[in-house]
């Protein structure tokens, strides 16, 4: 099964629920339960809902909750997706120090600003109450090394975790080399820390860890390991299941991307994020002579400096022949590189090519018009590029686009006569076309 480069959807604060005028009706808390059970919603906001009526009853009276709330909240529980039981917690609302039995029906737990100190992660982590619990997203925290340490040091916790998002927070070194030391974490499978104080020991503490051979998805989006974190975290030979690889930002030069390209423990990787870092045509270049990348699907190379020469390279990259994506947002000097890796004979199964903002222009769009290779495109992305009328008609009339599912043209110059031609039923291109707003022709 293909790992996916999830990313975790957002729920309602508690101190919203708190203040809605649900909140402010005169029944009691029980009977807001059975209201709420009974309308039948069975979404992440029902089920946040759901759990600050649990947690405030608890409060009220545990013994009654024990015995007559938790068993109907358990047997309801069943009705909502795993994904769907989600609570986030805030400021404000119910807190977690105290590990309340209605932990036992959460899988996903969002801390967001507030401190997560040692007290309330050992609750947590000696609670019979949090075996279930999936998935812990720790979001403009506070002691958030000092949560991490506490959360995985206690013997037998969590048993059940499989992801352990960090972002926006105060997590430096010692949270990943924490996160490295425990062999309580076989099934985690989902590590991402985003935008970060994380630098190259902390990435290289993760990268010597034995005890990460299970992990498919690993980011490191705005952190900032540099070349030698990236070079670890490459060249490790226990993180055997990698599947999913994110670097995006991360203050690679490249130096970095060379340690990408010469590494022979990338062979499972089939999504690859470089985006944001500084690595240019060499980079690019050095990926374009890579051997060990033969599993790469998805390939994302957003502003990173990549100009013809690079995109020249990447279009003769035979062995990346699996390779569907590739995202190229923000190069303005790709110019006739990107012709080049539409009309690739190396990337035969390119199907989807994104280039928006890349300065493409009215003599690019003609000239990728033109090209066979066009025909295998499904899904081509030109958003916000300085192609004009004229560049317009080529792609509207190309007998290349028949089949095309979807191009975006979105503020281009095309102004009203490229319109006229983008919308002409007679246009091979009219069926794919994704109507939005033009700028006015030059």
Same mark, same amino acid.
């Given at each position: 099964?293909?790992?996916?480069?999830? !990313?975790?959807? #957002?729920?309602?604060?508690?101190?919203?629920?708190?203040?809605?005028?649900?909140?402010?009706?005169?029944?009691?808390?029980?009977?807001?339960?059975?209201?709420?059970?009974?309308?039948?919603?069975?979404?992440?906001?029902?089920?946040?809902?759901?759990?600050?009526?649990?947690?405030?009853?608890?409060?009220?009276?545990?013994?009654?909750?024990?015995?007559?709330?938790?068993?109907?909240?358990?047997?309801?529980?069943?009705?909502?997706?795993?994904?769907?039981?989600?609570?986030?917690?805030?400021?404000?609302?119910?807190?977690?120090?105290?590990?309340?039995?209605?932990?036992?029906?959460?899988?996903?737990?969002?801390?967001?600003?507030?401190?997560?100190?040692?007290?309330?992660?050992?609750?947590?982590?000696?609670?019979?109450?949090?075996?279930?619990?999936?998935?812990?997203? #720790?979001?403009?925290?506070?002691?958030?090394?000092?949560?991490?340490?506490?959360?995985?040091?206690?013997?037998?916790?969590?048993?059940?975790?499989?992801?352990? !998002?960090?972002?926006?927070?105060?997590?430096?070194?010692?949270?990943?080399?924490?996160?490295?030391?425990? @062999?309580?974490?076989?099934?985690?499978?989902?590590?991402?820390?985003?935008?970060?104080?994380?630098?190259?020991?902390?990435?290289?503490?993760?990268?010597? @860890?034995?005890?990460?051979?299970?992990?498919?998805? #690993?980011?490191?989006?705005?952190?900032?390991?540099?070349?030698?974190?990236?070079?670890?975290?490459?060249?490790?030979?226990?993180?055997?299941?990698?599947?999913?690889?994110?670097?995006?930002?991360?203050?690679?030069?490249?130096?970095?991307?060379?340690?990408?390209?010469?590494?022979?423990?990338?062979?499972?990787?089939?999504?690859?994020?470089?985006?944001?870092?500084?690595?240019?045509?060499?980079?690019?270049?050095?990926?374009?002579?890579?051997?060990?990348?033969?599993?790469?699907?998805? #390939?994302?190379?957003?502003?990173?400096?990549?100009?013809?020469?690079?995109?020249?390279?990447?279009?003769?990259?035979?062995?990346?022949?699996?390779?569907?994506?590739?995202?190229?947002?923000?190069?303005?000097?790709?110019?006739?590189?990107?012709?080049?890796?539409?009309?690739?004979?190396?990337?035969?199964?390119?199907?989807?090519?994104?280039?928006?903002?890349?300065?493409?222009?009215?003599?690019?769009?003609?000239?990728?018009?033109?090209?066979?290779?066009?025909?295998?495109?499904?899904?081509?992305?030109?958003?916000?590029?300085?192609?004009?009328?004229?560049?317009?008609?080529?792609?509207?009339?190309?007998?290349?686009?028949?089949?095309?599912?979807?191009?975006?043209?979105?503020?281009?110059?095309?102004?009203?006569?490229?319109?006229?031609?983008?919308?002409?039923?007679?246009?091979?291109?009219?069926?794919?076309?994704?109507?939005?707003? !033009?700028?006015?022709?030059?």
């Amino acid at each position: 099964m293909r790992a996916r480069h999830i !990313y975790p959807a #957002l729920t309602l604060t508690l101190t919203l629920l708190a203040s809605s005028p649900a909140f402010a009706q005169e029944p009691s808390t029980g009977d807001e339960i059975d209201a709420l059970l009974e309308r039948g919603g069975r979404d992440t906001v029902a089920f946040q809902r759901l759990m600050v009526l649990a947690d405030r009853s608890w409060r009220e009276d545990p013994a009654r909750f024990e015995d007559e709330v938790m068993p109907r909240l358990r047997e309801e529980s069943l009705a909502w997706y795993e994904t769907a039981r989600m609570v986030k917690i805030g400021p404000e609302g119910p807190s977690l120090a105290e590990a309340p039995p209605w932990l036992e029906l959460v899988r996903h737990v969002t801390f967001s600003d507030v401190p997560v100190d040692e007290v309330m992660m050992l609750a947590i982590a000696s609670s019979p109450h949090s075996a279930k619990l999936r998935w812990f997203m #720790l979001e403009r925290t506070r002691k958030c090394d000092e949560g991490l340490a506490t959360l995985v040091g206690v013997e037998g916790s969590l048993p059940a975790l499989e992801m352990i !998002y960090v972002m926006d927070g105060d997590c430096r070194d010692a949270g990943a080399e924490a996160l490295a030391r425990p @062999s309580r974490l076989e099934r985690l499978r989902q590590l991402y820390f985003q935008r970060v104080a994380l630098g190259p020991k902390g990435a290289s503490a993760l990268a010597a @860890s034995p005890h990460l051979s299970s992990v498919e998805s #690993l980011g490191f989006n705005g952190a900032t390991i540099g070349d030698d974190g990236a070079a670890a975290i490459v060249a490790s030979p226990n993180l055997k299941g990698l599947r999913v690889l994110d670097l995006r930002g991360v203050g690679m030069t490249a130096r970095g991307a060379l340690a990408v390209a010469e590494s022979e423990r990338l062979g499972g990787v089939v999504q690859l994020l470089l985006g944001e870092n500084a690595i240019g045509d060499e980079g690019v270049e050095a990926l374009a002579r890579a051997t060990g990348l033969g599993a790469l699907e998805r #390939l994302g190379l957003v502003n990173v400096g990549l100009g013809a020469a690079g995109g020249r390279a990447l279009a003769s990259a035979s062995h990346l022949d699996r390779v569907n994506m590739i995202a190229l947002r923000h190069n303005p000097e790709l110019g006739e590189g990107a012709v080049a890796l539409v009309s690739s004979t190396g990337l035969i199964g390119l199907r989807e090519l994104r280039m928006e903002y890349c300065a493409l222009d009215d003599e690019v769009a003609e000239a990728i018009s033109r090209s066979p290779g066009l025909a295998r495109i499904e899904r081509l992305h030109l958003y916000g590029n300085v192609i004009g009328p004229g560049g317009a008609e080529s792609l509207a009339y190309s007998p290349h686009t028949r089949d095309m599912e979807r191009i975006t043209l979105c503020q281009n110059p095309i102004g009203e006569i490229g319109e006229r031609h983008l919308n002409d039923p007679n246009a091979p291109l009219n069926k794919a076309i994704n109507r939005c707003r !033009y700028r006015p022709a030059k």
